[in-house]
T-cell receptor
Framework: AQSVTQLGSHVSVSEGALVLLRCNYSSSVPPYLFWYVQYPNQGLQLLLKYTSAATLVKGINGFEAEFKKSETSFHLTKPSAHMSDAAEYFCAVKGSGAGSYQLTFGKGTKLSVIP | NAGVTQTPKFQVLKTGQSMTLQCAQDMNHEYMSWYRQDPGMGLRLIHYSVGAGITDQGEVPNGYNVSRSTTEDFPLRLLSAAPSQTSVYFC??????????????FGNGTRLTVT
């Protein structure tokens, strides 16, 4: 079974400051890892995904995440926060293999950006 | 390209009423799924389907039924609504046969209130 833990249900940063959202996973097989963003009253949009091709993954809107197997982590970062980054962010894990379609989500981290 | 379309966007039901949440995708995805999103709980899988005629239960299936008669459509039925089913429901789909690294594509959600 796989699981995801997101540390911190709410994170506040000042505009221009570093954004760091933490995600740790548990998986019995090499995982596929995803970060999704949800803006208010909208569905989930893919930010980036890890598929074992490279440990540092770049996504949309200036976000990136680094896969660290030794720490079972996949933290999301952005060097400089913008007001438009205020949203809820979800980390998700999926097992490998052709039949492994199910995503297991973390409980989410709501990011607030202070002007 | 519409992607994943959910209807209705909003619904209010009285306890004991029944209704069907509709989901359609135009990407020829084999895999479709339903999640519910509750504050502080992240997204939890209700039911999923890996192809027409094939469905299975997820983490929280009680009180919900699904069927998959076509590749495009995956309706979610509430036979007797309960206040505990007040939630935001998301339909999501993805391709199969890719080893698991294809992301889920989400609809914009249906916000359901049961009084």
């Amino acid at each position: 079974a796989q699981s995801v833990t997101q540390l911190g249900s709410h994170v506040s940063v000042s505009e221009g400051a570093l954004v760091l959202l933490r995600c740790n996973y548990s998986s019995s097989v090499p995982p596929y890892l995803f970060w999704y963003v949800q803006y208010p009253n909208q569905g989930l949009q893919l930010l980036l995904k890890y598929t074992s091709a490279a440990t540092l993954v770049k996504g949309i809107n200036g976000f990136e995440a680094e896969f660290k197997k030794s720490e079972t982590s996949f933290h999301l970062t952005k060097p400089s926060a913008h007001m438009s980054d205020a949203a809820e962010y979800f980390c998700a894990v999926k097992g490998s293999g052709a039949g492994s379609y199910q995503l297991t989500f973390g409980k989410g981290t709501k990011l607030s950006v202070i002007p | 390209n519409a992607g994943v379309t959910q209807t209705p966007k909003f619904q209010v039901l009285k306890t004991g009423q029944s209704m069907t949440l509709q989901c359609a995708q135009d990407m020829n995805h084999e895999y479709m799924s339903w999640y519910r999103q509750d504050p502080g709980m992240g997204l939890r899988l209700i039911h999923y389907s890996v192809g027409a005629g094939i469905t299975d239960q997820g983490e929280v299936p009680n009180g919900y039924n699904v069927s998959r008669s076509t590749t495009e459509d995956f309706p979610l039925r509430l036979l007797s609504a309960a206040p505990s089913q007040t939630s935001v429901y998301f339909c999501a789909s993805t391709r199969s046969g890719t080893g698991g690294n294809s992301p889920l594509h989400f609809g914009n959600g249906t916000r359901l209130t049961v009084t």
